[in-house]
């Protein structure tokens, strides 16, 4: 994940579990005092064993996820997609937990750290059909849901649409079989990505009104985790709209998603969504890029202020640096489209150099108006492989 001690990354963890610093300090049996000089790094800086156990436990999260160590597996796409499809678990799980190991895929999503999720996703893909099959408990269900719509979105993410769409439905399916209006929509934003993704926009937006549709007014009404999910829904739907060429269906769910993120703490991230006023405006931005509105994206663009992207998980900022250098490719402006993708490289070099959109808009400068920088371009373009 991003490089913090570990009294930050408990603090991003827990803000991102939704959970105050007066909670985590009751669950843990200290002081709010003490939670507070912790999460500030003012506090054993490389902490016992034990008290790590204890955080992980009220995180709901593994101990991996706060000393942040590298995985040991090295799975690909392709495995992934084989634990999907199999009938059965392939491997014996063993005591995995479930719930804490989908957590922490999750925020190495956020993180950009799509391998990790990769190396993680097979077993644990494993793990939790073994427990839908061995009780068929709602609670088993959702924890498939949850992992599922993981695959779905790191799939996508990688280029693998069908594995990503196919994952998407499944989580849908088992989500309605739990029958949580939040896993629910959760799950099918994932779906709706993974179907636009893969040239099926029509299928997103038909699955976009289904759920507000269906379950929008209980959301409104669940607090802040119902209104983030709802939220992500909508802009996941305007995602679909531009794909579908429709602009006006595009706006309208931009202006809903932004209504809802008015409701919510301007760095929000309730249930690791990611949704917030400035990820509103980072997707109104990325859809008037799909649209062809490449000054009006770059325009929207200028409104995020910088402490509110800083804050922002690194795939958001990633993703929203690529699909402005897009918008400034497009707009004629090579050498700020250059410049946005040497500073997603500088916070990113793996993934910039690997995202088939990055590599897209790489290409598209070579083949196009040159920036200025001659030799930055060609020094990017031989570190994403890319050929001119």
């Known amino acids: 994940m991003d490089d913090l001690g570990v009294g930050p990354r408990v603090k991003k963890l827990r803000i991102a579990r939704g959970m105050t610093q007066q909670q985590l300090a009751d669950g843990l049996g200290f002081s709010l005092g003490w939670v507070k000089s912790f999460e500030a790094g003012d506090r054993q800086s490389d902490p016992r064993f034990s008290l790590l156990r204890q955080l992980a436990s009220v995180l709901e999260v593994p101990v991996q996820a706060l000393v942040d160590e590298e995985p040991l597996e090295a799975n690909s796409v392709d495995d992934v997609r084989a634990a999907l499809l199999a009938p059965a678990p ?37 793990a939790a059909r073994a427990g839908e099959a061995s009780s068929g408990e709602p609670r088993a269900l959702q924890q498939l849901a949850d992992v599922c719509h993981l695959a779905a979105i790191t799939l996508t993410k990688l280029g693998d649409t069908a594995g990503g769409w196919a994952a998407g439905d499944e989580a849908v399916l088992r989500a309605e079989g739990a029958g949580d209006a939040i896993e629910i929509a959760l799950s099918a934003q994932s779906a709706i990505y993974a179907a636009t993704a893969a040239a099926r926009p029509e299928i997103g937006l038909d699955l976009t009104h289904r759920i507000v549709d269906g379950v929008g007014g209980e959301l409104a009404d669940r607090g ?6 709802l939220g992500i829904v909508y802009l996941k739907g305007a995602y679909a709209a531009a794909a579908a060429g429709d602009a006006e269906a595009a706006a309208a769910m931009i202006e809903e998603g932004r209504r809802a993120a008015a409701e919510l703490p301007l760095d929000s991230n309730y249930l690791l969504t990611n949704f917030n006023a400035t990820n509103v405006l980072i997707y109104e931005a990325s859809i008037l890029g799909d649209l062809g509105e490449y000054d009006l994206a770059i325009q929207v663009a200028t409104r995020i202020h910088p402490d509110a992207f800083a804050a922002l998980s690194r795939e958001r900022r990633i993703h929203h640096l690529v699909d402005t250098a897009r918008s400034a490719q497009g707009a004629g402006r090579p050498d700020s489209a250059l410049r946005l993708l040497l500073q997603a490289e500088r916070d990113d070099p793996q993934n910039i150099r690997t995202w088939a959109l990055s590599r897209t808009v790489i290409l598209a400068l070579l083949k196009g108006r040159q920036p200025t920088d001659g030799r930055g371009l060609h020094g990017l373009a031989r570190r994403a492989g890319v050929a001119g």
């Open 90 to 126: 392939r491997t014996d799980p063993g005591a995995l937990d479930v719930a804490a190991e989908a957590s922490y895929g999750h925020l190495a999503f956020q993180a950009g750290r799509w391998r990790d999720v990769v190396a993680r996703l097979p077993r644990l893909i494993d």
């Open 224 to 229: 802040e985790a119902g209104l983030s999910a």
